[in-house]
């Protein structure tokens, strides 16, 4: 079902959380809500689902004002990041619960549970408790009790930042195909960018309850609309300048830019930094640190003090202290105005 | 080793029987004694005098116990019900004065007895409710009030909403989510908090004669002269009357958490 937020703004305790959000999540989408923690997140979530009253704006669901509904009829599902399985319920009695609720008869509500515990690869398990189940079992009988209740709206919080690094890969395979196979929109509250890029159709950058910038993730991350956005997914290198007469210039890169005279900051990724050894070796290697499949070069301008980043493929021969030259390649350049 | 490692557990246990257990035997043994002259460690001969002047006294004692155990439930069940819902109110919610109604649940245990009751009494006249049940019920209900309140407040806040509203967002309405999520939770509270009621409700002697001016009788009414009468014996199988019939009621509750678990 279609999401779509119309100027939500949000206070507690006299203090402004959310500022005039807005944005919509095409039926069947799954998009990140990538930020910082602190930046409201959660709130965010909580307020679609109904949990916190909005100050001010609308929550539309499938075209129709939900404003007045209360949580339980909204059909938006929290997957909290605590998960927050009922203690007295056996796993399949969690996951029972949204329909036996409902009033679904007893034969089909146990076979829908038994069915949805294969299908989070937990078969066999429907009589533990709780507390006899690991983190990443808890967190799959939390998956499947939500899809029992039939969402609208899948709103997971931060579902996987409580699991070790290989728990999180599988995890994060099986909600993909979890949402695909059941075509729910789907929000995903996150603070990792891999995860925020690898797994959304769009993504909305948060920060001090704000959104900054909501698109595709190759767009969010190759055309930041701000210096913050680039500064999130990290590893953007800045090099100061000035635009003259349509051509950018500095000490180390000069290339034509479409844009009104005055003094930027252009932004490059560490792929656009290509290392080599012939012409003028204006660069010094200051570290090569190893990060497994690649190497992360940091390169210091001789004269003007700019640092770089380079990535190389390992085994890369370079040392510290070598002298390189350095080419930037500037089809993916961003120009920030510098004020 | 293993034994050693237990020895305070051992000792805890030790202390229990002779302070709980020792009494309510000494108990069993004087309801039962004919004479008993200080300082023999047995009594002299052992007779049914006490059981029979309980049984055969001035009043039916064990209707007046049934009635009293009665309406102490009554009062627990009331008062777990209001404390549980103010406890709610206390620890979720917000609303201007909330310190003072905290503040002023606990009242009746600051203010002494004889003054809380002179003060209900004059009230209680002016509204006819003076030496009826519903006057009794009530100047009970706000003896055990506080204790309920505040076991209720305690054990909410531990359980917190967290369950209850992951409850609601997977679309069960408020009040089934709290009688399906929260309430289980509660369990440990409520039954404790339904002992604890019923205790101060069974054993008020002086408020309950003060406002059911003699017509409500209660267990604790019809024993508390007896006690102060002087003849142990009689007293004794009183006290043991009102003790395993406590007990009695303590052990239900015990029984129905469980089935209800």
Redesign the interface.
């Known amino acids: 079902m279609e999401l779509a937020l119309r100027n939500i703004s949000v206070s507690l305790s006299g203090k402004e959380i959310l500022k005039s959000i807005s944005f919509s999540v095409g039926d069947g989408d799954l998009i990140s809500l990538l930020g910082a923690s602190g930046s409201g997140k959660s709130t965010l979530l909580k307020t679609i ?3 916190i009253p909005q100050t001010g704006g609308t929550v539309m669901i499938g075209g129709a004002i939900a404003d007045a509904l ?9 997957v ?1 990041q ?1 998960f ?1 399985l ?3 319920m056996t796993a399949a009695e969690n996951i029972a ?2 329909m036996k ?2 009033g679904v008869q007893k034969e089909e509500y146990s076979k829908t549970a038994f069915a949805l515990l294969e299908r989070v690869h937990l078969a066999g398990y429907g009589k533990y408790k709780p507390q006899e189940m690991s983190g990443g079992q808890i967190q799959r009988v939390a998956l499947a ?2 899809l029992a ?1 039939s969402p609208n709206i899948l709103l997971l919080d931060e579902p996987f930042s409580s699991l070790d690094e290989n728990l999180r890969q599988d995890m994060r395979a099986l909600v993909l195909e979890l949402q695909r196979e059941y075509r729910i929109t789907t929000i995903l509250v996150t603070h990792d960018r891999q995860e925020a890029l690898s797994m959304s159709d769009k993504i909305a950058v948060m920060m001090h309850g704000e959104i900054l910038q909501y698109d595709r993730p190759e767009r969010i991350f190759e055309s930041p609309n701000s210096r913050e956005v680039a500064d999130y997914f990290g590893d953007a290198i800045y090099v100061g300048g000035i635009v003259k007469s349509g051509v950018f210039v500095s000490d180390v890169v000069r290339f034509g830019a479409d844009r009104p005279d005055g003094p930027y900051q252009a932004m490059f990724r560490p792929s656009s930094v290509h290392i080599g050894s012939d012409g003028n070796r204006a660069f010094n290697i200051r570290r090569t640190s190893y990060q497994g499949e690649s190497y992360r070069i940091a390169l210091e301008h001789e004269s003007t003090g700019i640092i770089l980043n380079a990535i190389l493929p390992s085994p890369c021969l370079l040392r510290a202290d070598d002298r390189v030259s350095v080419s930037l390649d500037t089809d993916k350049v961003i120009l920030f105005r510098d004020d | 080793m293993g034994h050693r490692r237990h020895w305070p557990l051992s000792l805890f246990l030790l202390i229990e029987i002779i302070s709980i257990l020792m009494p309510l035997f000494i108990l069993i043994v004087w309801s039962l004694s004919g004479r008993w002259p200080w300082p023999d460690l047995a009594p002299e001969a052992l007779s049914l005098r006490g059981i029979q002047s309980l049984l055969g006294g001035r009043f039916d004692i064990l209707q007046v116990m049934f009635s009293s155990t009665g309406f102490s439930l009554v009062v627990a069940v009331l008062a777990t019900i209001i404390g549980t819902m103010a406890a709610r109110a206390i620890v979720f919610y917000d609303f201007r004065g909330k310190k003072l109604i905290s503040f002023g649940s606990i009242l009746p245990i600051i203010v002494p007895g004889t003054v809380l009751g002179m003060g209900i009494h004059v009230v209680f006249i002016y509204l006819g409710l003076s030496d009826t049940y519903l006057g009794v019920l009530l100047v009970h209900l706000i003896c055990a009030l506080p204790y309920t309140v505040a076991i209720m407040a305690d054990i909410t806040r531990a359980v917190g909403n967290k369950l209850e509203i992951q409850a609601q967002v997977l679309g069960v309405p408020v009040g089934k989510a709290f009688s399906h999520v929260t309430l289980p939770q509660l369990l440990p509270g409520i039954l404790s908090s339904l002992s604890m009621a019923y205790i101060i409700s069974f054993s008020q002697y002086f408020l309950t004669l003060l406002i059911g001016g003699g017509s409500v009788k209660t267990l604790a009414v019809v024993m508390v002269p007896l006690i102060y009468g002087g003849d142990r014996t009689i007293a004794s199988a009183y006290a043991l009357l009102f003790t395993l019939s406590s007990l009695i009621v303590f052990g239900l509750f015990e029984l129905a958490g469980k089935k209800m678990k």
């Open positions: 689902a109904g949990i209360p949580p339980h009829r909204r059909g938006a599902v929290i909290f605590d927050r009922f203690p007295h619960f949204p609720m409902r009790r939500a209740a």
